[in-house]
């Protein structure tokens, strides 16, 4: 594979346009969020970025599943602040970090699946009078979660929030944080398009929530009933099982991937039908992998996507896959997908707002690599292979795990006769490693062209810019080995 600079420079950056930019400093300057899926992973990469390169933001409100206020406040110290993702943060403010990060953040227990988000009347009344922006990123990304659950929070979790929005007395936008894959298209360039026309028409509920019927026969209400009714029909050692194939089996019968991107895709239709006058974008990033580079590179959290075959590789324990050697997995690292929202935001709630004719997609932006700076499967499976001869696993006794060279199954018979203890995972990733669509990102890409020349520095996210091998073998792989695998010595 080609090798670029991880520091290559676009075309904009040699003629930068004159212009003062989209403004992004000076837009969150002074402006209260709200941030759902508070604890989430890139929730926390976009609350760290936003503290250290806009301390004048007012207040951050971070929605926690929790209990109460104090039990909030722990898991807000635990999973966010004493992680390693605020150490430059911490020591840009030294002793004054406490109190910094006090005056800055305000945890909120509540929870996406109760009415009014969970939070208390007296506290939602507070927030509901002071925020001026919403960024909903709250999701379950588990492929096949159990349907009921995924329906809850992907779905029904997106009408509750634009319920409360709705009561945002000072809400200035709505962000809502999808993914590239809640669109059915397989294949060919997709574009960033609404699901808003001729994707489904509105349907009558009971339940306070407006719910939709699908053109091709899609109706979330009967959807969600199904899954409360297969919930009372089996013993409890039969539920999680049961509730996971059912989510499977309508997502794929209506031409989905799996449970999380179907359960996506109506989260969207949701807030389509129900968004009134709110001001609405719609973020789909694609796969969200570790930090290109800020504050630190590779930092991530959780077995993600690809991870776990690549990490069963490097143990030894996965001599090949079952894969299309030449579609493109689209991946974007976590601190370029915060750049991109942070700049969306600062164009539809700041001065350039008005530049552009109001159009039924503006609002839509897919933050994707495919199309800009594909990442070909071929090349990723030679960097596995080439990362882990230099900096092998090691066995229980601290031997070095030999491994051979990945092996890609073109046909899932010869996959299946191989390692017969993988059907289910290679049933659950080939919508992924056979996907031959392309991504399209035009808005994202215009929007690079509204920065200024500081803007650039500071809120780098070109694609292009990415160099995969730099990327993969010497930022991912040591990322996920150290921060997931928790190695302490990688050569």
Same mark, same amino acid.
């Given at each position: 594979?080609?090798?670029?600079?991880?520091?290559?420079?676009?075309?904009?950056?040699?003629?930068?346009?004159?212009?003062?930019?989209?403004?992004?400093?000076?837009?969150?300057?002074?402006?209260?969020?709200?941030?759902?899926?508070?604890? /989430?992973?890139?929730?926390?990469?976009? $609350?760290?970025?936003?503290?250290?390169?806009?301390?004048?933001?007012?207040?951050?409100?971070?929605?926690? =599943?929790?209990?109460?206020?104090?039990?909030?406040?722990?898991?807000?110290?635990?999973?966010?602040?004493?992680?390693?993702?605020?150490?430059?943060?911490?020591?840009?403010?030294?002793?004054?970090?406490?109190?910094?990060?006090?005056?800055?953040?305000?945890?909120?227990?509540?929870?996406?699946?109760?009415?009014?988000?969970?939070?208390?009347?007296?506290?939602?009344?507070?927030?509901?009078?002071?925020?001026?922006?919403?960024?909903?990123?709250?999701?379950?990304?588990?492929?096949?979660?159990?349907? &009921?659950?995924?329906? +809850?929070?992907?779905?029904?979790?997106?009408?509750?929030?634009?319920?409360?929005?709705?009561?945002?007395? =000072?809400?200035?936008?709505?962000?809502?944080?999808?993914?590239?894959?809640?669109?059915?298209?397989?294949? /060919?360039?997709?574009?960033?398009?609404?699901?808003?026309?001729?994707?489904?028409?509105?349907?009558?509920?009971?339940?306070?929530?407006?719910?939709?019927?699908?053109?091709?026969?899609? &109706?979330?209400?009967?959807?969600?009933?199904?899954? @409360?009714?297969?919930?009372?029909?089996?013993?409890?050692?039969?539920?999680? !099982?049961?509730?996971? +194939?059912?989510?499977?089996?309508?997502?794929?019968?209506?031409?989905?991937?799996?449970?999380?991107?179907?359960?996506?895709?109506?989260?969207?239709? $949701?807030?389509?039908?129900?968004? /009134?006058?709110?001001?609405?974008?719609?973020?789909?990033?694609?796969?969200?992998?570790?930090?290109?580079?800020?504050?630190?590179?590779?930092?991530?959290?959780?077995?993600?996507?690809? +991870?776990?075959?690549?990490?069963?590789?490097?143990?030894?324990?996965?001599? /090949?896959?079952? $894969?299309?050697?030449?579609?493109?997995?689209?991946?974007?690292?976590?601190?370029?997908?915060?750049?991109?929202?942070?700049?969306?935001?600062?164009?539809?709630?700041?001065?350039?707002?008005?530049?552009?004719?109001?159009?039924?997609?503006?609002?839509?932006?897919?933050?994707?690599?495919? $199309?800009?700076?594909?990442?070909?499967?071929?090349?990723?499976?030679?960097?596995?292979?080439?990362?882990? %001869?230099? @900096?092998? %696993?090691? +066995?229980?006794?601290?031997?070095?795990? !030999?491994?051979?060279?990945?092996?890609?199954?073109?046909?899932?018979?010869?996959?299946?006769?191989?390692?017969?203890?993988?059907?289910?995972?290679?049933?659950?990733? !080939?919508?992924?490693?056979?996907?031959?669509?392309?991504?399209?990102?035009?808005?994202?890409?215009?929007?690079?062209?509204?920065?200024?020349?500081?803007?650039?520095?500071?809120? !780098?996210? &070109?694609?292009?810019?990415?160099?995969?091998?730099?990327?993969?073998?010497?930022?991912?792989?040591?990322?996920?080995?150290?921060?997931?695998?928790?190695?302490?010595?990688?050569?």
């Amino acid at each position: 594979m080609p090798e670029k600079n991880s520091v290559s420079i676009t075309k904009s950056q040699l003629s930068p346009k004159v212009h003062e930019g989209l403004g992004i400093v000076e837009y969150f300057s002074g402006k209260k969020l709200l941030v759902t899926g508070a604890t /989430g992973f890139l929730a926390k990469v976009l $609350v760290e970025k936003i503290l250290r390169t806009m301390p004048e933001v007012d207040k951050i409100f971070l929605l926690i =599943k929790a209990k109460d206020k104090e039990a909030a406040m722990e898991r807000l110290m635990n999973e966010i602040i004493n992680t390693e993702l605020f150490k430059c943060l911490r020591e840009k403010h030294g002793a004054l970090f406490e109190s910094f990060i006090s005056s800055k953040l305000v945890p909120v227990a509540g929870n996406m699946c109760e009415m009014n988000i969970g939070i208390e009347e007296d506290v939602a009344n507070l927030v509901a009078g002071e925020v001026d922006v919403i960024i909903n990123s709250a999701a379950t990304t588990t492929f096949d979660e159990r349907f &009921d659950v995924a329906l +809850d929070i992907n779905t029904k979790g997106a009408a509750r929030i634009i319920n409360f929005a709705k009561k945002c007395e =000072k809400l200035k936008l709505y962000v809502h944080v999808s993914t590239a894959y809640a669109s059915r298209q397989i294949e /060919g360039k997709i574009i960033e398009e609404s699901f808003g026309k001729g994707h489904y028409v509105a349907n009558s509920a009971g339940m306070n929530e407006t719910l939709y019927k699908h053109v091709h026969g899609l &109706d979330i209400e009967t959807e969600i009933k199904l899954a @409360s009714e297969m919930l009372e029909s089996f013993k409890e050692n039969e539920i999680d !099982q049961n509730l996971k +194939d059912l989510g499977m089996s309508r997502a794929r019968n209506y031409g989905w991937q799996n449970t999380y991107s179907f359960t996506k895709a109506m989260g969207e239709m $949701v807030v389509e039908d129900t968004k /009134g006058e709110l001001p609405v974008i719609i973020i789909r990033p694609s796969i969200i992998e570790s930090t290109l580079k800020e504050p630190i590179p590779g930092w991530i959290e959780g077995n993600r996507m690809m +991870d776990p075959i690549i990490l069963l590789y490097g143990k030894g324990k996965l001599p /090949g896959f079952f $894969v299309n050697p030449n579609m493109a997995l689209d991946v974007v690292p976590a601190d370029i997908v915060v750049n991109s929202i942070l700049a969306t935001i600062a164009k539809h709630g700041g001065k350039e707002s008005k530049l552009e004719d109001s159009n039924s997609n503006d609002h839509v932006y897919q933050i994707t690599s495919s $199309v800009a700076n594909p990442l070909i499967m071929r090349d990723l499976v030679d960097l596995a292979y080439q990362h882990f %001869c230099i @900096s092998p %696993c090691f +066995d229980r006794e601290g031997n070095p795990i !030999q491994i051979s060279a990945f092996k890609l199954f073109t046909s899932i018979e010869d996959w299946l006769k191989s390692i017969e203890h993988f059907k289910y995972m290679a049933n659950l990733y !080939q919508p992924y490693t056979t996907f031959d669509g392309r991504f399209d990102n035009n808005k994202v890409e215009k929007l690079l062209e509204c920065l200024s020349e500081e803007e650039r520095k500071e809120f !780098q996210f &070109d694609v292009s810019c990415i160099d995969w091998k730099h990327y993969i073998t010497r930022v991912h792989f040591h990322g996920v080995r150290k921060h997931v695998m928790k190695e302490t010595a990688l050569k």
